[in-house]
């Protein structure tokens, strides 16, 4: 009796679903955060290879962007496999890319040890964000997804940190076997609790609400449908320049800060600057959640225009070192925010029960801009100076800001076809739907 009691305490109090939100976070945090750092493996492969800066970058650029551009894969996985069995299978691929790069004799083959972690780490990150669309798809999803979103800065700060006294000591080689042991350790413990709604007990309170759909076949074509709104193409295309506009902070940011500054410790100082001040901006935005609906509509375009291209202006004609870290900070907040409001925003503009589609469509969207931007300013700054890396992508991120902008004018005065159920009051089928599809897996 005393142990059944306990158990009911902790479900009065606790609410399951931030849970599934702390192992997404978790899961982000060791995926994304290497993903991310890989600016600290970019001195490490020139050297090993004596290769080129824009081969080293076109690697690093392959492994981000399939992270994000192969999200529908993601999903259709998802939708037969269900979410934690694609976790599983991306994390598989993930420690077999990590585990085979380390053996790399041709630089050629990077391309697919990296590309295999990049495969691994797109389902584990549209498993992340959809599992908590469908929890979190009758509101709040603002905070839950701000949340979720810390594991990003919190990984690359501390993975950069890591990674540049592992590398040295023991070579960037035995240092991905290191990598890959935590990765394994954090990853297993966060899948006990990585389940959706319907697993367990976990979903019946909140599918007794539920709409129930007529059918519990995968639809594939949703994913094209939705591309017939206007408003959700300039929506992506906005995605796809705010991702190339950030895509510098991650391939090239440490060697070209090191080249300005002289100093070889600098490009990590500012690294690391940059992800404590994008995790200082999701914890503000977590703490601020569903509050200030019409501001926070208009948050993309005006974290664009007022902290994004400051920064990167200050970046191009700034070489003092705290002028730097000062641009490191501002473009850090400004990454915080503009990679965790879109998928919020998505849901809110065109409909929780597009949940699915909207939110793979903006993970690819990303992925988009990550491939271009990196491959393109490594070739700009080849040909010209790095300055122009950096004034390219304020360019990119004042055309983003004016398609936000357009789609806002759009949007504005006309009711939104199937609006999410916290502005409506009625329950949102996006988890109803999810929930048996994912039932028979768990």
């Not at 940059?274 to 935005?285: G, R, T, V, W």
């Not at 398609?403 to 329950?427: D, G, I, Q, Y």
Request: proline share 3%; hydrophobic share 50%.
């Amino acid at each position: 009796m005393k142990r059944n009691a306990v158990f009911n305490i902790f479900e009065n109090k606790m609410d399951r679903a931030w849970i599934v939100v702390v192992s997404s976070m978790a899961l982000l945090f060791m995926t994304l955060g290497f993903v991310y750092s890989f600016g600290e493996l970019y001195g490490p492969i020139m050297e090993d290879f004596n290769t080129t800066k824009s081969f080293v970058a076109s690697v690093g650029a392959v492994q981000q962007s399939l992270t994000y551009f192969i999200a529908p894969i993601g999903s259709i996985m998802l939708e037969h496999m269900g979410h934690r069995r694609t976790v599983i299978l991306g994390l598989i691929l993930g420690l077999t890319g990590l585990l085979a790069s380390s053996f790399v004799s041709y630089m050629h083959l990077m391309y697919v040890t990296f590309g295999l972690f990049g495969t691994g780490a797109a389902m584990i990150v549209n498993a992340c964000i959809n599992i908590v669309g469908m929890h979190f798809s009758n509101g709040n999803s603002s905070r839950a997804f701000a949340v979720v979103s810390v594991g990003i800065p919190s990984g690359t700060f501390a993975l950069n940190i890591l990674e540049a006294y592992i590398y040295h000591v023991y070579g960037w080689r035995k240092s991905l076997f290191i990598i890959a042991g935590i990765y394994l350790v954090i990853s297993a413990i966060s899948l006990i609790s990585f389940t959706p709604p319907s697993s367990g007990a976990w979903g019946k309170e909140q599918s007794k609400n539920s709409i129930k759909p007529e059918h519990s076949k995968p639809d594939l074509l949703k994913y094209l449908r939705i591309f017939c709104h206007l408003k959700f193409i300039l929506f992506e295309l906005g995605i796809v320049l705010l991702g190339f506009s950030i895509s510098f902070h991650y391939i090239d940011f440490v060697s070209v800060i090191d080249k300005m500054i002289h100093e070889n410790s600098s490009g990590t100082v500012a690294v690391s600057v940059l992800s404590f001040s994008d995790l200082l901006a999701l914890i503000a935005l977590a703490c601020l959640g569903n509050r200030l609906p019409k501001i926070r509509r208009y948050i993309l375009p005006l974290v664009l225009l007022i902290l994004n291209i400051p920064a990167t202006i200050l970046f191009s004609f700034e070489q003092n070192v705290y002028a730097v870290y000062a641009a490191a900070s501002l473009s850090g907040v400004a990454r915080g925010i503009l990679l965790a409001a879109p998928f919020s925003l998505v849901l809110e503009i065109f409909g929780a029960e597009h949940g699915s589609e909207c939110l793979t469509h903006t993970i690819m969207a990303i992925g988009i801009g990550s491939l271009t931007g990196p491959i393109a300013l490594s070739l700009i700054s080849e040909r010209f100076t790095y300055r122009f890396e950096f004034i390219t992508c304020a360019i990119s991120s004042g055309v983003g800001a004016l398609l936000f902008f357009m789609e806002s004018c759009l949007t504005m005065n006309k009711p939104v076809k199937n609006e999410p159920a916290r502005f409506t009051n009625k329950p949102s089928s996006y988890g109803a739907i999810n929930e048996e599809r994912n039932a028979d897996h768990y």
